[in-house]
């Protein structure tokens, strides 16, 4: 992961049930950024939004390596 953010807008604690929505904000050849929103259970304003980037690399030399093509088909589908 080479960075994340999160902004907050409402109170949310334990027990709260929590919903979690998922996309793809942005799909690179090599990185992906995913976009999250937090709801309380049962309502339509988000409690909080975050994001991440997250870059795939060859784990002996470090370096970015292209998405692998079976999950960059899956990433795809979730991107909006």
Known sequence: ???SACDYFASIAFPDLIEIGLRVGKLGNSS?????AVFKVG???????????????????NQPVPIPAGLRGTLE????
Not at 43 to 61: I, L, P, Y
């Open 32 to 36: 992906v950024q995913y976009e999250l």
């Open 1 to 3: 992961m080479v960075s």
């Open 43 to 61: 309502e339509s304003e988000a409690c909080a939004a975050g994001r991440f980037v997250h870059v795939f690399v060859d784990r002996a030399t």
């Open 77 to 80: 589908r979730l991107v909006i």
